[in-house]
Structure formats: structure tokens, C-alpha cells
């Protein structure tokens, strides 16, 4: 026990001088010149680590995953390795109560001065104060397709508008030849169907959820694959000619299509009744290993021009304010990027689950994707 009270009292010690700042130099000193990094697949430009790596030799190692449901597994079983993970906020909400985060040294961030004041202050609902996230980029959950597929099935006339195009059974049905692409996630799917239903997409009412998991019922025998990153190849290659996908990833899916040169043109839409916004959120798991090359990381990721060129890349929009004039027009012209005024009307963030929800949702997708 004594022995136990002594090793606090150093650690608070040593944790007391690393806050001064003559010493900030010897304390990043101490800490290995590594970095582990967990982000979302098809989520960074080509040279943004090895540019990183350039300028601080911190070396980095960067694993990928493709929904919050997977990282929110590891990040509650703890002793990830990861020195910054990037879940989306309402995820990063819960998993804040949980105490899965370290606070953010704002010290370290000067950066931060380059977000928007006003998507900041969004955050800050769900983040009080920003204390412990930063924003990586945003996006909206909607409709990708083979363009040319939609007309030969639904006829030239035929507007690519509204969820009525995936969530209606008699539509999908006349998709399934040519391929069917779900996110495999509950927590992207079942609010934007309820929502299509014309209920709240964030009921916790189990009657109401219900409804949607009958829906999802009738339309399985449709969807060819739930995948959560796949849908990008399969719909530059004509694998799929529709998917419940993400902004970004769809809109890249049509860049691999025109570079491939094959025919396939693929677009992206917000259905006109509405669907999810999402921001997906930097933070320092608390047992980090290199909390300080992990703001070192995060400071990067916030210059304008690092964050512009990411956001170039991939097509997903960004917070950072101070980036904005370094974004490809064409992207900030482009509504499925960012979002028209109107279209904002109908954009919902999805709700922070309480347990018993979440677990609910949890059971629909199994059931679903199983047949049992
Ligand atoms: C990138 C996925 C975008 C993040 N492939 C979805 N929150």
C-alpha cells in the first residue's frame, strides 16, 4: 500500500513537471517517435502520413476500420495501442461518458483556431467545450449509382431523388441483378429508414424501430452485400449498380470509374427526405502511449493546406475554415459534398444510444443479416 501511494506521488510529481513548460521539450523527448493511428478505409490523401513523418520524424503506423460499431468495440475493451482513433460524434458522446478519452491539451493545438466557430460550437453540444475532439471531416449518408443502369431499369425519365429508390421493395426488386450495396451498420440504416417512413429516425420507442426492421426485412431478399467499404469498387467496376453509402466514398467511386475509362458513371445524391449528417471526430484514446506525438498529429491535420488536401481527396467536406479557399471548386460547388440550404433542412444527426437501444439495433442487424 505504501509502496502504491509512493508511485502516485511521483507519477503526480513527474506529471506536475511535464506541465511546465521548460520542461515540455524533455517530456516529448521521452516519448518514442511513433505514432499509431486508427481512421476510417479511403479516408486520407496518398502523401499526407509520409509528408508527416518528413517533417517530425514520427513514424507512423495507420490501421483502417469501416464503421463506428467496430471501433467502439475495441475502444471499450481498452488497450487499443491507438494514440488517436476518429469516431463519428454521436459515437464519441457515449464512449466520452464511458471515460474512454484523455482531454485534449489545447495548448498543443494552435491549429484549432483554423475550425469553424460555428460547427465548433455544434460539436459542443455533444463534446462540451470541445474538451476532447477535434474534427477530422464531414459528410451525409445517401444514394449511389450507376447512372446509366437507373435509366435502362427505371427509363430515361426517371430522377434519382428519393430513398423511394432503395427503400421501397418493389424498386430494390428490379435492382438485385445488377447488384445491391447496404452499409453494414445498424446505426446507419435503420434512422434513415424510419425517417423514409415518415417517423422520428431517432425514436428509442421500440414499437416505432420496429417498423423499420419489418421494412429491412422486406427489402433483404434484394441486397446483394452489406459491406461498408466495398461499395466503392463494386460501383466503379459495375459490380453494383446502387448503394447506401457514404458522400465521400461514393463520389470517389465515380472518380475510379472515370479513370478506369470502362463506361460506368457513377452519382451520389441526398435523397430529398432527408438523411444523416455525421462528423467523425479525432481523440486521444486515455491510455495512449504517445499522447504528445498524438497532438503533434492532430495540429498537423488542422493547417489548411494539410486538411484541404485530404479533403480534396476523398470528397468529404471539411470544418476547417481556414482550408476553405484551398478546396477544389468543383467540390465546394458540388451539393452532395456540401449540402445546399435546403437540402441542410432535412439533414438530422443521429441520436447518442442509451444501451438498450443500442443493443436492440445490435439484435435487428444480426436477425437481418442472418435470416434467423
Ligand atoms: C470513409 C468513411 C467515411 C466516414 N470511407 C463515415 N463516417
Redesign the pocket.
Known amino acids: 500500500m505504501k509502496l502504491k501511494l509512493l508511485g502516485l506521488a511521483v507519477t503526480a510529481m513527474v506529471l506536475a513537471s511535464c506541465g511546465n513548460k521548460d520542461n515540455a521539450g524533455a517530456a516529448s523527448a521521452e516519448e518514442e517517435k511513433v505514432l499509431n493511428v486508427y481512421n ?4 486520407i490523401a496518398p502523401d499526407t502520413l509520409a509528408n508527416f513523418e518528413k517533417e517530425t520524424g514520427i513514424k507512423v503506423t495507420y490501421d483502417v476500420f ?1 464503421s ?1 460499431e467496430v471501433l467502439e468495440t475495441k475502444l471499450v475493451t481498452g488497450n487499443t495501442g491507438y494514440d488517436v482513433v476518429v469516431p ?1 460524434l454521436t459515437f464519441l458522446a457515449r464512449q466520452i461518458q464511458a471515460g474512454v478519452f484523455m482531454p485534449l491539451d489545447k495548448s498543443k493545438l494552435p491549429n484549432l483556431a483554423n475550425l469553424d466557430p460555428e460547427i465548433q460550437a455544434n460539436i459542443a453540444k455533444l463534446d462540451k467545450d470541445n474538451a476532447h475532439s477535434v474534427n477530422y471531416l464531414w ?1 451525409t449518408t445517401g444514394i449511389g449509382y450507376n447512372v446509366k443502369k437507373i435509366k435502362e431499369i427505371f427509363g430515361d425519365d426517371y430522377v434519382v431523388d428519393s430513398y423511394d429508390l432503395v427503400f421501397n421493395p418493389e424498386n430494390l426488386a428490379k435492382l438485385k441483378s445488377c447488384g445491391v450495396y447496404f452499409l453494414d451498420s445498424p446505426s446507419e440504416i435503420v434512422p434513415p429508414v424510419l425517417n423514409y417512413l415518415g417517423e422520428d429516425p431517432n425514436s428509442f420507442d421500440e414499437a416505432v424501430i420496429a417498423k423499420a426492421e419489418a421494412r429491412l426485412k422486406e427489402l433483404r431478399p434484394y441486397i446483394t452485400q452489406f459491406h461498408s ?1 466495398e461499395y466503392i469498387n463494386a460501383l466503379a467496376n459495375g459490380d453494383a449498380c446502387v448503394a447506401v453509402g ?1 458522400s ?2 461514393i463520389f470517389q467511386a465515380a472518380t475510379r470509374a472515370e479513370e478506369a475509362d470502362a463506361g460506368v458513371e457513377v452519382n451520389y445524391i441526398i435523397p430529398k427526405e432527408g438523411t444523416a449528417v ?1 462528423f ?1 471526430m479525432m481523440a486521444i484514446p486515455k491510455d495512449a502511449k504517445h499522447p504528445n506525438n498524438a497532438h503533434i498529429f492532430i495540429n498537423y491535420i488542422l493547417r489548411p493546406e494539410v486538411s484541404a488536401e485530404i479533403s480534396n481527396y ?1 470528397a ?1 467536406a471539411s470544418a476547417n475554415k481556414a482550408s476553405l479557399a484551398m478546396i477544389d471548386k468543383e467540390l465546394l460547388d458540388n451539393p452532395g459534398v456540401y449540402p445546399t440550404a435546403d437540402a441542410k433542412k432535412g439533414l438530422f444527426s443521429l441520436a447518442v444510444l442509451p444501451p438498450e437501444v443500442d443493443r436492440l439495433f445490435n439484435r435487428i442487424w444480426t436477425s437481418l443479416k442472418t435470416g434467423q
Open positions: 476510417w478505409s479511403d479516408y469501416d463506428n463519428s459528410g467499404s457514404w465521400g466514398d455525421w467523425d476523398v468529404y
